[in-house]
């Protein structure tokens, strides 16, 4: 039985300011962690959207043992929520043991109790930090293990793959790397986003991504002479370079410019020291599931979980929930 002294020095409570370095380095050092963990990522949702944090440490004296970023959502698509996170594909708790683990999810769900959330949502990268049981399968993610044999990397794509990036290669394509003017970025992503039905994200938050995360985003451009014709926005983080954001301009399908802009980030990522690249999130069955899949990669299940706080059922947030169909249909159409 723990002490009286080991009790009081073992707690959950709510991140501090003077919690961010060593919570950054945890997150760092853990190997489920992610840049969606990184102070960061809270800095960014906070400035860009003004959704209230609501980070949990557990705590053995002056030091972490776990960490559970949340943030309080409140609005009329999806009611109230605390998410881990918002607008991240992963998140969920990061912790030293399932002990610890335990000890934020019930923090995490007290808290919810006394918000009177509807629901808390955690979207786990890996099966292994789950808490409870993973009852959400809507996403998939997938990877790549690269290395710096450019010769390799094209001889092992799947055939039809592979003719579609030599066609890229042979048009008059150049890129630019370390973008600092997101403009160009954020007018090809939106107009993308608009035409799929999905609201774009405000400039602002790309800026403040920029601002935050300094050298670990990279936005790049690809160019057909000078028109901006693909875009995308990656992280860079530890060993992995993962694509976030990526659009490319329709009118161009034919040359192939999102392929050539994928081919370039796996070579690059290479031959610049990292060993896996991730593709990131995708519903089953969509475009970008497709074009994914078809990259050698490996594919795996996204465990997110839902805990039910004020609701009976799980949420539905579907494009074929009749709820949001009206309102995809009418955003796409807009000037």
Known sequence: MASAGTARARCVRRLRSADFQAWDEFALKHRYGSPFHLISWKKTIEETFRYRPAYLAAMEGDRIQGILPLFYVRNPVIGKALISTPFA???GVLAESPA???RLYERAKRLGTKLSVDYIELRNAFAEQCVGEPN???YVTFVQQVGPDEES???ELPKKTRNTVRKSLKQPFTIEYRVTDPANFDRVHSRNMRRLGTPSFPRKYFERLQANFGHMV???????????????LSFLFRDQMHTYHAAADTRYNAMAPNTFLYYD???WAGQNGYKLFDFGRSKRDTGPFEFKKHWNTSMRELPYEIVLIRRKALPNFSPANPRFRLAIRMWSRLP
């Open 265 to 267: 980030h796996l070579r």
């Open 100 to 102: 610890v683990a335990r």
């Open 89 to 91: 594909v992963y998140g």
């Open 153 to 155: 990397l094209l001889a």
């Open 218 to 232: 990279d936005i790049r451009e690809v160019r057909l002479g000078c028109e901006v014709v693909a875009v995308s």
């Open 136 to 138: 959400v399968s809507r």
